[in-house]
């Protein structure tokens, strides 16, 4: 069946193609098999995954609706454009007829407002349609970041800083609940099934039960902090408040899912050879510099693992955000797939959803690369 | 307290912890114990003991009467029928594709593998949600063979709710792990010994994989029992709608807090035992799986 | 002999193939009541009888939960698959006949002369679709708390003004009685924004949108009227006369049952559960007149045709049958909702002369002014929603208008003028 004087030069092409260089030809069956194997699985990521993806990747550079009669049209970088489009203006102070400075009645210097440069302002084409993103005082004036979009460059940024927050906090407590639950008590397989209990109920249910316990007038967690400080806890409105809603989203997040991780570092911490710990005991090791020098080495590869899973999930930040907060208040629970949604279906902008879809998946890659060149490195060295 | 024995020391160690493991415990079930004993109420002393301890409390008028109004709102049967169905089938389905891939890219030399193995990670990255829209289109053009010979468009079907669910990233990924972490020897043991492929694939490796099975199983059991957005989009009978649409039926313009209550008790329940079933072969899988690296 | 068997052969066969010929039309129909049993007792009713009634058609309904029923109707306008009768929200009907989903509906002559106007879906010139009842808000109060505060009972003619609606709600949160003097039902994210909201700001003059054009919001939205608007509302917030945007639904169910709120705006379809708990001394009053007249939101679901029916016909057929008298009170003293003609307001039990809800009949006749008609609609309101969430959180109300109306302008022009002449 195979001959013997054939070469990779005057072997078929499919053979070429699928048995790889370093290998002999007479391998082709292995190449063959691999490739059948592998086929069915890459065959339906492709139809349900790749494609739809490659479709929403071309829809972003068009101005197709969801529901319009209008025609489709290329409209090229557009849609980024509106997204990612940010300036840097500088606003000057007012000032009276004779140059001097006005104030405000509290003190502070006053400016034109904002909107007088970037509404149809025919000598600030440039500013047109912007937005105040945030600003800051640089001497008389008050340097301004301007923005297109400026729910979208919020959103970004709070699923970078959710991302960011919970990759840490949901992995230590994780690490913390493996730590403790990782001795042979008795009872311990059902803390372990209770502690795993809310990554089993579904996220939407999660968030609805959780919309009661953050109520900010008779909600649970408020009448629980008041019993535990006898009474001297002011109540919070969580979800209500600019400044707790985010990290109430985090808290609840972490919540739902560090059992899951929880159960990684605990399998993570049985594959360290028990040795190891006798022979840190022997040099009269203690708990902290056991964990310092036996653990966490042990655990450094569950870790890498933890942390791309967290953050991958992170960065598709919203379930919680459409059941419980809707991105607000103030955007300060906006987030880039909640966006991508909204626009996509709700404002039926479908080209402008999948910009933002294109966006994040282009974030989220290179995340994975820089995460997977910083983790190779170590490994060399 | 010198005079304090060992023994003693050592029971005053081990209460402790277990009164940390059950403050910890608390943190973890309250909500699942507040959504339970609600569902035990009236709408009106639901939301009224929403805000206090007395949440936790079952009584009052306690009652099954949400259960039976929730079943009588939503075809329960039905919809558990097509939930079990689709999930089960889908499990099965993803167990078999996933570590068949997971198997040619740990075991088999083929050109190519390392870039698909990467395309494949990177798919992972992809949000269900963002993807919704184009699928839909992609499903609706694509041909079955129905009763009536070769038909046009998934809609309004079984399929379109298991088959573009049946691999998926990290699944692959997962049983990819595990199996490069076996010994070489095992698969070139039986190699020598004049086995196929395909038989070291069902004879020698599925059956050691069982504890990285019972991950995937339950990663998708999760994803498939929980689907709602999809079905949405796609089934437009009510014999055919799965469990978690089901939830929608209770937002009225009053919305029935109490049902909704009972119809997720009911809903998160069979997750729960169905995470105990597998829970040991769970973490065992975990124990041993590629997390080493 | 042989003539003879084709011809028995051939009559067999006519008479076999004759029930297929005239074999009745299916009509597929699609309702967002799923999970609402009263509501599909009625519309199964309302079919049955239809079908009873010709032999030409029948129909066949699929129920949907209402919570996602647009998104189902999209996905099955996205891939070609929808049925022959289509239930549709009023405000979005427009959008729905603009893409080329929905054709005209063609009555015969009268047959919605004593609808209510909220009741029924026109644009661009023609009749889309028709509902069989409307919905109204108002506020609903305590008699006794009116009373003991010396607050006047406004009435139809003669509403509260801004003003004195104003004064009235700081007194009665400085009874301290109440955590909130009036409850908006910020709750209720969504469609109830803009339904329940918008008429405070054309009460004040302004609009979501300039109606004269429908080409821009710029001056309707973010003119002085709107700014006084914005101003009023926030203040509602600051000034910690109303629950802001986390009040959960529980409160918002509760609350004014409770007592906790003292006023509460509100829908008809929640009157008669707060009258089964507050009883006579609950009062359904009209909205303040901020000096542009009081108005409320108009237009619930109706009924229309979808262009990809092939019997168009029977699917008007069937629309004329269910919007008889009759149906529309069974619909009425079931799902409790304004039925949309006098002589059915007079058959249903709440809505008739003396019937508990009966000032909800004449608020919608006298009041109702229909959400924007335009195809952009769906965005429109979402925009909207967002404005006024994040100007009772405390935003800046001329910026955040402003940039409201960049949006819907943008929308609008991205959409080549949602069909108006641009």
């Given amino acids: 069946m195979i001959r013997a004087a054939e070469t990779r030069k ?167 609940l493996a730590l403790l639950l990782n001795q042979a008590l008795p009872f311990i397989n059902v803390f372990r099934a209770i502690y795993f209990a809310p990554v089993v109920v579904s996220m939407v249910v999660v968030s609805l039960l959780w919309r009661f316990i953050y109520d900010g007038q008779n909600g649970l967690l408020n009448t629980m902090l008041g019993i535990v400080t006898f009474g001297s806890f002011q109540p919070v409105d ?78 598709g930040l919203f379930v919680q955000v459409d059941v419980m907060t809707r991105g607000g208040p103030l955007d300060a629970t906006q987030s880039v797939v909640f966006q991508a949604v909204q626009r996509g279906y709700d404002k039926q902008d479908i080209a402008e959803g999948s910009a933002i879809s294109v966006v994040l998946f282009i974030i989220v890659l290179a995340i994975t690369i820089v995460n997977r060149y910083l983790t190779r490195d170590r490994d060399t060295s | 307290m010198t005079t304090m024995t060992w023994e003693t020391r050592h029971r005053l160690i081990v209460s402790l912890r277990y009164t940390l493991l059950i403050l910890i415990s608390a943190i973890f079930i309250f909500p699942i114990v507040f959504m339970v004993v609600s569902s035990l109420k009236p709408d009106l002393q639901l939301l009224r003991d929403s805000g206090s301890l007395l949440a936790f409390l079952p009584y009052g008028d306690v009652s099954l009467n949400n259960y039976a109004d929730a079943f009588e709102r939503v075809p329960m049967a039905q919809f558990a029928f097509n939930s079990i169905f689709t999930t089960v089938v889908a499990m099965f389905a993803s167990i078999l594709l996933n570590s068949m891939a997971a198997f040619s890219f740990a075991f088999l030399r083929w050109r190519g593998k390392a870039l698909v193995l990467s395309l494949i990670i990177a ?73 196929s492929i395909w038989q070291i694939y069902t004879r020698i490796i599925m059956p050691i994989a069982g504890p990285i099975l019972a991950t995937v199983a339950i990663l998708k059991f999760l994803v498939m029992w929980n689907a709602y957005i999809w079905p949405l989009m796609t089934i437009r009978s009510e014999e055919l709608r799965p469990i978690m649409v089901g939830l929608q039926y209770f937002f009225q313009l009053n919305t029935q807090w109490g049902e909704i209550m009972a119809y997720l008790s009911v809903v998160t329940i069979p997750v729960l035992i169905f995470y105990l079933a597998l829970q040991r072969a769970f973490i065992e899988s975990i124990a041993t799986s590629g997390i080493k690296g | 002999m042989k003539k003879a068997m084709l011809t028995l052969t051939l009559v067999v066969f006519l008479v076999a193939t004759a029930p297929m010929v005239s074999a009745q039309t299916e009509l597929s129909m699609w309702y967002h009541g799923a999970g609402n049993y009263v509501e599909r007792d009625l519309i199964i009713q309302i079919i049955e009888d239809f079908n009873a009634s010709q032999s030409e058609y029948v129909v066949t309904l699929e129920e949907f939960p209402q919570e996602s029923y647009n998104s189902s109707i999209v996905a099955a306008a996205a891939a070609g698959d929808l049925p022959d009768i289509i239930d549709v929200d009023g405000p979005v009907m427009p959008g729905w006949a603009w893409a080329g989903w929905m054709v005209p509906l063609s009555l015969s002559e009268g047959a919605l002369d004593d609808f209510l106007p909220g009741a029924i879906g026109e644009w661009n010139g023609e009749i889309y679709s028709v509902g069989l009842w409307d919905a109204a808000v108002s506020i609903y109060a305590r008699r006794s708390a009116l009373e003991a505060n010396d607050i006047r009972i406004p009435t139809l003619d003669d509403p509260w003004t801004g003003e004195e609606f104003d004064a009235i709600l700081e007194t009665l949160q400085a009874t301290g009685d109440y955590e909130y003097a009036f409850d908006l039902g910020m709750a209720w994210t969504g469609e109830w ?122 699917a008007a057929a069937f629309i004329e049958f269910a919007i008889q008298d009759e149906y529309l009170a069974a619909f009425s003293d079931g799902i409790g909702l304004i039925p949309a003609t006098a002589n059915a307001a007079a058959m249903s039990n709440s809505y008739a002369p003396g019937g508990p809800l009966e000032v909800y009949f004449a608020l919608s006749e006298a009041q109702a002014l229909v959400r924007p008609v335009t195809p952009g609609y769906a965005t429109l309101a979402l925009i909207f929603e967002k404005a006024l969430a994040d100007i009772a959180n405390g935003a800046d109300v001329q910026d955040t208008l402003d940039a409201a109306v960049d949006e819907i302008d943008a929308d609008i022009e991205d959409n080549m003028g949602y069909g108006f002449d641009m």
């Fill in chain 1, 10 to 176: 005057n072997a078929p092409l499919w053979v070429r193609l699928l048995v790889p260089k370093d290998a002999p030809l007479y391998q082709r069956n292995e190449a063959i098999l691999g490739w059948l194997m592998a086929f069915p699985a890459l065959l339906v990521l492709t139809i349900f995954l790749v494609i739809p993806f490659l479709m929403a990747f071309v829809m972003s550079f068009t101005n197709q609706r969801l529901v319009s009669p209008n025609p489709t049209e290329w409209v090229g970088l557009r849609n980024f454009e509106r997204l990612l489009t940010v300036r840097l203006f500088t606003l000057e102070p007012e000032r009276d007829e004779g140059g001097a400075l006005v104030y405000d009645d509290d003190g502070s210097i006053a400016y034109p407002r904002l909107r007088n440069f970037t509404r149809k302002n025919p000598d600030y084409p440039e500013l047109n349609g912007l937005r105040e993103f945030t600003s800051w005082q640089s001497g008389e004036n008050r340097t301004v970041i301007l923005a297109a979009d400026v729910v979208f460059l919020r959103a970004l940024i709070n699923t970078l800083i959710f991302a960011g927050v919970i990759a840490p906090l949901q992995g230590g407590l994780a690490l913390l």
């Fill in chain 1, 238 to 315: 969580w979800l209500g408040n600019p400044y707790t809603a985010m990290p109430a989203l985090i808290a609840m997040s972490a919540w739902q899912a560090v059992g899951f991780h929880m159960v990684i570092w605990l399998s993570g911490l049985q594959t360290i050879p028990t040795s190891l710990y006798e022979a840190a005991a022997l040099d009269g090791a203690g708990a902290w510099q056991k964990f310092r020098y036996v653990t966490w080495p042990g655990l450094r590869n569950t870790a890498v693992l933890i942390l791309i899973v967290i953050v991958i999930q992170a960065m």
């Fill in chain 2, 123 to 195: 798919t992972f990255i992809v949000p269900f949600e963002v993807i919704a829209i184009p699928l839909l289109l992609v499903v609706n053009s694509l041909p079955w063979i129905g009763p009536q010979g070769i038909e046009v468009g998934w809609l309004n079907t079984y399929h379109v709710q298991i088959l573009p669910f049946i691999a998926d990233s990290l699944g692959i990924f997962l049983f990819y792990q595990y199996f490069r972490d076996l010994p070489d020897e095992l698969v070139e043991a039986s190699r020598i010994d004049g086995a």
């Fill in chain 3, 193 to 314: 924004y803009p339904y329940a909201f918008s008429p405070f700001l054309q009460s004040f003059g302004g609009d979501m949108i300039d109606r004269s054009t429908y080409l821009t919001a710029e001056g309707a939205l973010n003119g002085e009227a709107g700014v006084a608007f914005g101003n009023w509302w926030q203040s509602l917030f600051q000034r910690g006369l109303a629950p802001g945007t986390s009040q959960d639904g529980a409160d918002r169910e509760t609350g004014f049952i409770d007592g906790r709120y003292a006023l509460q705006w509100n829908g008809n379809w929640a009157g008669i559960t707060a009258l089964e708990a507050v009883g006579d001394d609950l009062l359904f009053l009209p909205a303040p007149d901020f000096g542009d007249g009081s108005t409320i939101g108009a237009a619930s679901w109706q009924l229309g045709i979808s262009s990809t029916s092939e019997n168009p016909e029977g």
